[in-house]
């Protein structure tokens, strides 16, 4: 069993939806394409985005796509890392044949190190990423243009074998050169099919 990775009883309420759209501009459950923002290996001027963007209300309930098993926890943005961001945290769940999911830009998870996870279970919430007061002349050009905006969003990346979490090119969900990893999966028509 397959399950889309963002709870959608936030968004089963039609006049709730409605409501949101309005005032965020979340769509219930998109996939961005090639080229549009969140997309995978999207060009960011100065990086190139390793996930897939699902926009969602703050605080929505992110969940386990497939069973697997919790690999590793951690930071994965944070003021101390670029003064712009609001610290939010990844889960990285070994889901099979060596497939690992990273769950980034979370508010917060509910599962720990080496957690057997069945599909649908909660693993965490959908946070913000960045802090709009700290965004100023100085940020690169992408960050600016999303100040205004500041969407929520799980960020969502594929990785066989092993996934990187701490490399020199690698920072917040984005890789800072022209080579993608070997081991980066775009995720784009796994998620496509979650939804069809």
């Given at each position: 069993?397959?399950?889309?990775?963002?709870?959608?009883?936030?968004?089963?309420?039609?006049?709730?939806?409605?409501?949101?759209?309005?005032?965020?501009g979340f769509k219930k459950f998109q996939v961005p394409q090639k080229g549009e923002a969140g997309s995978f290996w999207e060009n960011r001027g100065d990086r190139y985005h390793c996930g897939v963007d699902l926009y969602a209300p703050e605080k929505t309930e992110v969940v386990s796509i497939e069973r697997g098993v919790v690999t590793e926890i951690g930071i994965m943005t944070s003021p101390e890392i670029l003064p712009y961001w609001n610290p939010t945290y990844y889960v990285i769940i070994e889901h099979s044949r060596e497939l690992f999911c990273k769950y980034g830009e979370l508010a917060g998870f509910t599962v720990k190190k080496g957690d057997e996870i069945e599909p649908g279970q909660l693993i965490g919430h959908v946070g913000m990423v960045l802090n709009p007061s700290k965004i100023d002349d100085f940020c690169p050009l992408y960050i600016r243009k999303l100040k205004d905006r500041n969407p929520s969003m799980l960020h969502f990346e594929f990785w066989k074998k092993q996934p990187i979490v701490a490399h020199r090119n690698y920072l917040g969900g984005n890789w800072f050169g022209e080579e993608k990893p070997e081991n980066l999966i775009d995720p784009?028509?796994?998620?496509?099919?979650?939804?069809?």
């Open positions: 069993m397959k399950v889309w990775p963002l709870n959608s009883k936030i968004l089963e309420n039609p006049d709730s939806e409605n409501a949101d759209q309005k005032k965020t784009t028509g796994y998620l496509e099919q979650l939804l069809s």
